[in-house]
Each structure stands twice: as C-alpha cells, then as structure tokens.
C-alpha cells in the first residue's frame, strides 16, 4: 500500500494535471463557439460518471468535476447523452421559446463551426505553448554539418560525405544538426529527401533511414530511423538561437506541420505493415511517460502538454462516430444533400463508434499492461 502513494505522486498526478488542461481547452473550445452562436448548453463536465462537485451559472448551465478524470463533455440542452446524440423525446418537451437555442435546430455550418471548435482549440493550445517556449527560453543549436559517414552505411551509399551542410529535410528547414537527426529518426524504413550544401553546390539526394529498435533515457523501448552519420560537438559549437517573434511564428507553425505529418506517417505505417503495436500507447503509457517527463522539470512537462494536444486534437478529427470527427462527417454529408442523415442512421452510426473506440481503449490498455509485464519479467 505505501509503494502505491509514490506512483500515485510520481505518474497518476503529473499525468491527471496534463489532462486536465488539455480537456478544459478542448471543452471549452466547443462551449465559447456554441455560446458565440446562441446555443443553450446543459452541462459543462470535467470527468464522467458521478458529479463530485458543481454549480449553475447564470445561463442555466451546471458545470461539474465528475468522478472519473479521464475526459469530459458539453452537453447541449436536448441532447440525450455527452456525445451529442439528440434526444427526439426530450426535445419535444422543451419550451418553444427555447426550441431556436437548440443546437440540433441550429444551421448545418453553425453545428460544423461548434464541432471543430475542440479540436482546433488543442491546436490553438499547442501553438501558444510552443511559441512563447520559443520565444523565451529560446533552443541550442549546433551548425548542421557532417561530420563523419559509417562505412557501408545506407548514408554512405546514398552518396553523403564528410563536410556535407544539411538545408533541408523534406522540406523542412534544418537549422541545427539536431534537426537532422530528429528528422531522420522519426522516419524509420521510408524515404526521406534530403538537400544539401556541398562546397557551394546545392544537392538532393533521397535516403531511407534503417529502423532501429532502441531505448530512450527512461529505458522505453521505441524505433527509430538511422542513416550512420555523425559529428563531433565542442563546446563551442552549441549555441543558443533566440529568434524574433515573427521568425519564432513561423518556427512555430513548422513545428506544428511537422508532427502531425509524423504522426500521419506513423498512423498509416500500420496500414502498410511498418506499425510497430508496441509503440501504440494509451492511458498507462501516458501516465507513465507523464511521470517520467515529470522528472525533467515543469518545461519538459509543459512540452509534452503540447504534443498530447495536438494529438488528442488530431485523434478527435477521425470520422468515427462518437468522435468530433464523426459529427463533422455527418454534417458533411447533411450539408452536401440539403438535409441530415435519418436518425436511425445516426445512432446505428453512434453505436458503431461507441464499440470502436471502446475496443480501442480496451487494446491499447491491454498492450500497455502486456509490454510493461514482459519488460518488468525480462521477456520484452
């Protein structure tokens, strides 16, 4: 009983404070839209199950701290349930003068804007984040040059040589040699383009990084890519880059652009056999990795505070039902046929989520306890 207070400290908290936050954004994106556009609004709910506390504002909502931390919900007046699905009954009963409140009563692009509002909220999040660290503490960079190419590596035989200036990445701009490495490594087996300064020349060449298995600082195992370059670092090489606030706007928005289109990449690897099932994490892997990150300081916390929004933002915007993306499809089709999609449809939809995303929580759980087993008996 006394070793699961320190766990409780050490992963359950960081890992209950970074969620939070991130829900109140999304939620809230949803809440200040649908306000914007004159919807009554039910509940606003931190966690699900049993209200712990709460109170009615002077618009009619209840907000709440619910009994299970993991998540939360808007709740429209009308609604049958947290995800939005409309309650025919319900809505029936209401007082006319409310009925033009109503979200379900509300234009079809009203809905959409309400709906996207979480997601982009995350967003939004992620960027202010990354910006004002950015802008504050500024990054160490060391120059992005070549120092020496392993011998039959895929680098060598992909015709890098010492001395090599590195411009760019698939686009991306490298302006430190750790760009470079941060840009291959979460490429592992698919092609990457790279641009380089040789003696005054520019070049591109296309590489494709081997897949590594290895292990981060904490002793988790993840794959990576490697091309077998490297280069000796002095002191006098590192040094601290503190761009202005327009250049760290667009330094920013890169940033952003470059992880949702590794987080593409890795999402679709699974669809071509590439996937690695034991990097697919979820509630135990982020708590841990919550709690580990911990370790490292409130900037290292905040930090990954902004990865998992953006990728909660990311996760949300996939049609299926239950999801903000799921709502957004059927908006989409309402909007193209000039009417909303019969609500049996809706709820056989809704259902059909409902089990797809249990199902996805229930494996991801399942392969966070499995791995942490065969790793903790040595079998991993």
């Known amino acids: 009983m006394l070793g699961f207070v320190p766990w409780i400290l050490s992963y359950a908290v960081p890992f209950l404070v970074v969620l939070t936050v991130i829900v109140f954004v999304h939620e809230m994106g949803h809440y200040l839209v649908a306000r914007w556009n004159g919807i009554a609004i039910q509940t606003f709910s931190l966690g699900f199950g049993p209200e712990l506390f709460g109170w009615n504002d002077k618009h009619g909502t209840r907000w709440r701290l619910s009994a299970v931390p993991l998540g939360g919900y808007v709740r429209f007046l009308g609604d049958m349930n947290a995800a939005s699905v409309p309650d025919a009954e319900a809505i029936e009963a209401i007082d006319p003068a409310l009925q033009p409140r109503l979200f379900v009563n509300k234009n079809v692009w009203q809905r959409i804007s309400v709906v996207l509002a979480g997601p982009v909220a995350n967003v939004i999040l992620t960027f202010v984040i990354l910006y004002v660290l950015l802008l504050g503490y500024g990054r160490y960079t060391i120059p992005p040059v070549i120092g020496a190419v392993v011998a039959q590596s895929v680098a060598e035989q992909a015709g890098f040589v010492a001395g090599d200036r590195i411009v760019s990445v698939d686009g991306y701009e490298v302006r430190g040699f750790e760009d470079f490495q941060r840009f291959v490594a979460t490429s592992p087996a698919r092609p990457v383009t790279v641009v380089l300064d040789r003696a005054g020349a520019e070049k591109t060449l296309s590489v494709v990084p081997e897949a590594i298995d290895t292990k981060d600082q904490f002793g988790n195992p993840q794959r990576i890519g490697r091309i077998g370059v490297s280069r000796d670092v002095s002191n006098t090489d590192v040094t601290l880059y503190r761009p202005g606030p327009i250049e760290a706007f667009g330094m920013t928005f890169e940033e952003i652009h470059f992880i949702v289109n590794r ?118």
């Open 263 to 380: 987080t593409g990449a890795f999402l679709g690897d699974f669809f071509v056999g590439r996937g690695d099932v034991e990097q697919l994490g979820g509630p135990v892997k982020v708590a841990k990795v919550s709690g580990e990150v911990a370790t490292l300081g409130i900037v290292a916390l905040i930090n990954l505070t902004a990865l998992l929004s953006l990728n909660i933002g990311i996760f949300n915007l996939l049609p299926i039902p239950m999801l903000d993306g799921g709502h957004l499809a059927y908006y989409l089709v309402e909007a193209v046929r000039g009417r909303p999609l019969s609500q049996r449809v809706q709820e056989i939809g809704f259902r059909l989520g409902f089990a797809l995303v249990l199902a996805l929580m229930v494996f991801t759980l399942f392969n966070d306890t499995l791995f942490a087993y065969l790793r903790g008996t040595g079998k991993g």
